[in-house]
């Protein structure tokens, strides 16, 4: 059984893949996916609310040049609201946008960088994950992994035509600096890539600060590395976090206007991050001066003391002087936000469900799958291997035990630990073709057989894991228990072209999941958007419309200046809205008709009326 990069392969040249096949493979399955459904890009739709959000602000930045303006577009109506997101990513946008530019207005080149975007993102991330493992892999094991990456549902999500955001852009840079970390870690630091390294950590930070997991992950499997083998050395270990700090100084100037430096966000970068990654550059830069004048303070046990103690003592700095720090980026939100919003959001909820014990059950795996297999094998891998190998793989099962409980917690985590658990899958796909090849032989007899058997191993091991997941899906009683969503793109178009209500901005206070998409397709403010700092906006709404004193509602309206209702007759976010047994909201008038005397029904077209109710306040 061969496991070890050095080990020879078995395969006859003729029958290994080249690395271009799963890259051609990936750009066949997304021409696929839009020909199915080309309506996508033909009505210029995206997947989601924060696609919307992003290409208006992006908008915003050309048509004001305001760099500093970190205001959500129209939002909060009329008192507005900041957004947490960072520039990098509208950069990538406003550069993505130049090629379309000579044969459209700015707004359909934006839409079209911000559709394809992802997808383009998701072709350099497959390269690059190949191009990562590298240091760990066979040569001719290496485009197996890649199709293993084209079956990977987390990742597909984050990466699909259409998804306007900046998500696909961190897993693309968490890819890229998993594969300088295998290089630093299993064939030796050069101060080149100990550079890149802290470059991209640091710009993946900025991007956004859940950068600091995977930044964690790093640190910790170099530590151990340095403790254990002096590979990399403190020297190496000073390089990479002295870059990272660098790195997001200049982010954090080039983000913020110089009056904003020192202001404090846990939800988007900051000075808080400045002062907590300050202290592994200091650290390693310390060592490395003590341990050049001191060498007794390189053994390992000095070593293991020195970094206990400074790891407490550093969180325990951070804590002192910010200590809402390790609640994560949603501490300050809201208790009431939270229940109303956050706790509906499907990307931050719990992958396990004590309520719903087969669609759980379902969901690990068909998002977690690999992890029956990876990680037996992860563990027999650090074990056979010595040296630098090694200690890659030990990076590998840091990352594993990281993203694996987290994505229990969060399900939108699991995009990193599909990333990581696909490694050692894919090594025991290669273990299994080459016995096969072993038994089969390759004798032009036996040349079908064998090209015949690879071939099943492989889209076995591709979808083993999906199809177990749809077996399940289809065992579950109740897995479609949705109420339906109300389609809102062509209400937002008909908010923007109708003659007497596109001719001017009015305020609309409309469901927090329909305000981007409005504001992006309309010239109208809104009130609520779903995001973490527009909690005036969030509480107002749900406030209005679960009501069950008019006067409370009719308050609402009068003090923000509302001019038009807008309610969506069915969805997720309608039932919250819905009184429980005989108590009856705003909105449950609303939708029987029963219809305030301050609020005027506005007749809508029947293909729009079914979904939607518009009403106009009366003053």
């Not at 990466?159 to 900046?166: C, E, L, S, V």
């Not at 000075?271 to 200091?282: D, G, K, R, S």
């Not at 403010?525 to 906006?537: D, E, I, K, M, S």
């Not at 107002?540 to 007759?569: H, M, N, P, S, W």
Request: glycine share 8%; proline share 5%.
């Amino acid at each position: 059984m061969t496991l070890l990069r050095s080990d020879p392969g078995t395969a006859p040249r003729h029958l290994q893949p080249s690395w271009l096949f799963p890259v051609l493979l990936l750009i066949t399955l997304q021409i696929a996916m839009v020909w199915r459904n080309p309506a996508i890009l033909e009505n210029q739709y995206l997947s989601d609310a924060d696609g919307y959000t992003r290409l208006a602000r992006v908008e915003a930045l050309v048509e004001n040049g305001d760099w500093y303006d970190d205001a959500a577009v129209r939002a909060n109506v009329p008192y507005g609201t900041t957004l947490h997101w960072t520039r990098p990513f509208d950069v990538l946008l406003l550069v993505g946008a130049l090629p379309f530019q000579p044969f459209m207005d700015l707004k359909s080149a934006l839409y079209w960088s911000g559709a394809l975007i992802n997808p383009l993102l998701h072709i350099g991330a497959l390269v690059a994950l190949m191009w990562a493992v590298w240091p760990l892999f066979r040569r001719q094991d290496v485009p197996y992994l890649g199709v293993l990456v084209l079956a990977l549902p987390a990742v597909h999500s984050y990466f699909g035509i259409g998804r306007a955001d900046h998500h696909g852009l961190i897993l693309f840079l968490f890819v890229v600096l998993l594969g300088l970390c295998l290089r630093i870690l299993a064939m030796g630091s050069t101060v080149k890539v100990l550079i890149a390294a802290g470059l991209t950590g640091a710009l993946m930070m900025w991007v956004s600060v859940e950068a600091l997991v995977t930044i964690a992950v790093v640190l910790l499997a170099l530590t151990v590395s340095w403790i254990v083998r002096d590979r990399p050395n403190s020297a190496d270990l000073a390089i990479f976090s002295g870059t990272l700090w660098l790195g997001l100084v200049v982010g954090l100037i080039v983000e913020h206007p110089p009056d904003a430096l020192l202001s404090i966000a846990f939800d988007g970068l900051s000075a808080v991050h400045i002062f907590t990654l300050a202290f592994p550059a200091a650290f390693f830069a310390a060592v490395h001066t003590m341990e050049g004048r001191f060498p007794i303070w390189a053994q390992m046990s000095r070593r293991l003391s020195l970094i206990v103690v400074a790891a407490a003592g550093g969180c325990g700095l951070v804590t002192a002087f910010f200590p809402q720090f390790f609640g994560g980026p949603y501490v300050d939100v809201n208790p009431r936000v939270v229940s109303v919003w956050l706790d509906k959001v499907q990307e931050v909820r719990a992958l396990i469900s004590v309520e719903r014990p087969l669609r759980s059950l379902r969901e690990v795996v068909f998002l977690l799958g690999h992890v029956i297999v990876a990680v037996p094998v992860l563990i027999w891998l650090v074990r056979r291997n010595t040296g630098a190998e090694r200690q890659g793989w030990i990076f590998i099962a840091i990352a594993v035990g990281t993203f694996v409980p987290l994505t229990l917690y969060q399900v939108r985590w699991a995009t990193y630990a599909e990333f990581v658990l696909v490694i050692p899958y894919a090594v025991l796909m290669g273990v299994t073709l080459d016995a096969l090849q072993r038994r089969l032989g390759s004798r032009n007899g036996r040349l079908v057989l064998l090209s015949m058997s690879r071939a099943f191993v492989v889209v076995g091991f591709t979808s083993v894991f999906l199809l177990f997941g749809a077996v399940l899906h289809r065992l579950e009683a109740n897995s479609d228990t949705g109420t339906g969503k109300c389609p809102q793109t062509p209400m937002a178009i008909y908010l923007g072209k109708n003659p007497e209500l596109g001719k001017a901005s009015r305020r609309v206070l409309a469901f927090m999941f329909d305000g981007p998409e409005i504001v992006y397709r309309s010239p109208h403010a809104v009130v609520a958007t779903p995001y973490q700092r527009n909690t005036a906006g969030i509480l107002d709404t749900y406030d209005f419309f679960a009501a069950t004193d008019e006067a409370q509602a009719r308050k609402i309206v009068d003090r923000r200046g509302i001019e038009l209702v807008l309610l969506c007759r069915h969805g997720n976010e309608a039932q919250q809205y819905k009184g429980k047994g005989s108590v009856r909201t705003i909105y449950d008038s609303l939708l029987a008709g029963d219809t305030p005397a301050w609020l005027r029904t506005w007749p809508l077209p029947k293909d729009l009326a079914g979904n939607h109710a518009l009403f106009e306040v009366i003053r």
